[in-house]
């Protein structure tokens, strides 16, 4: 049985990361949240006071960029992996509307995407790997053996997001989110490097009115084939 390469692409929101995260688990795979490591730099930027509402300075994020490393460890209390910035645990922070509302902006700066696309393919270039993320099986790895794009209905995200914050405490309406869904859409489709796209090879999962069991049985499947 060899190893394969997954690619786990699509809108925000849709549960990319809970899909890749289960997968990994059932295949013994290493997975790797590739949006946790543009939110990383993303507070970054925010703690280092470089946003403006919503300008950035790009040109000072840029000469700072060398100075961000970014890592992940799997904390056997959460028995999740989270992600360290610079030595420190970010997986917190990284999760709050600020940091939500402005990561597609960090996001579509090149110089930021060349830097975690080189550390993507370090990371994955073992293959037994499920990494997702907007641009994995398009830019990161084109020729991975399984490529997913998973999508959903705008108000159902927004509903699931807002479940999500809302457990966590934090105080957000519906309206708010969705917005936030919508925008960071048509940021991530649009922007210059390397755009959220469907590719041709990928399986489409819509899993609007999927349950999570059903959904990661399905996905399950497709990878069990592939590997077979």
Do not use: W
């Given at each position: 049985?060899?190893?394969?390469?997954?690619?786990?692409?699509?809108?925000?929101?849709?549960?990319?990361?809970?899909?890749?995260?289960a997968?990994?688990?059932?295949?013994?795979?290493?997975y790797?949240?590739?949006g946790?490591?543009?939110?990383?730099?993303?507070?970054?930027?925010?703690?280092?006071?470089?946003?403006?509402?919503?300008?950035?300075?790009?040109?000072?994020?840029?000469?700072?960029?060398?100075e961000?490393?970014?890592?992940?460890?799997?904390?056997?209390?959460?028995?999740?992996?989270?992600?360290?910035r610079n030595?420190?645990?970010?997986?917190?922070?990284?999760?709050?509307?600020?940091?939500?509302?402005?990561?597609?902006?960090?996001?579509a700066?090149?110089?930021v995407?060349?830097?975690?696309?080189?550390?993507?393919?370090?990371?994955?270039?073992n293959?037994?790997?499920?990494?997702?993320?907007?641009?994995?099986?398009?830019?990161v790895?084109?020729?991975?053996?399984?490529?997913?794009?998973?999508?959903?209905?705008?108000?159902?995200?927004?509903?699931?997001?807002?479940?999500?914050?809302?457990?966590?405490?934090?105080e957000?309406?519906?309206?708010?989110i969705?917005n936030?869904?919508?925008?960071?859409?048509h940021i991530?489709?649009?922007?210059?490097?390397?755009?959220?796209?469907?590719?041709?090879?990928a399986?489409?999962?819509?899993?609007?009115?999927?349950?999570?069991?059903?959904?990661?049985?399905m996905?399950?499947?497709?990878?069990?084939?592939?590997?077979?």
């Open positions: 049985m060899s190893a394969i390469t997954i690619a786990v692409d699509g809108h925000s929101s849709c549960g990319k990361s809970s899909i890749a995260k997968l990994a688990k059932k295949l013994n795979y290493i790797i949240d590739t946790a490591m543009y939110r990383a730099v993303t507070l970054f930027a925010i703690e280092h006071s470089l946003f403006n509402g919503t300008e950035l300075n790009r040109n000072e994020l840029l000469r700072l960029l060398p961000i490393s970014i890592g992940f460890f799997y904390n056997q209390q959460t028995e999740k992996s989270e992600v360290l030595g420190t645990n970010v997986e917190e922070k990284i999760r709050g509307m600020e940091v939500s509302s402005k990561v597609s902006i960090v996001a700066i090149k110089e995407r060349q830097k975690m696309v080189e550390l993507q393919r370090e990371m994955g270039k293959k037994a790997v499920v990494m997702d993320g907007r641009d994995i099986g398009s830019v790895f084109p020729d991975a053996e399984l490529k997913l794009f998973v999508t959903a209905r705008d108000e159902v995200r927004a509903q699931r997001r807002l479940k999500e914050l809302l457990q966590k405490g934090q957000v309406s519906f309206e708010e969705l936030n869904i919508q925008e960071r859409d991530d489709s649009t922007r210059e490097s390397s755009p959220l796209i469907q590719t041709e090879d399986v489409v999962i819509d899993n609007s009115d999927m349950s999570i069991d059903e959904q990661n049985e996905i399950l499947k497709l990878a069990k084939a592939r590997i077979d």
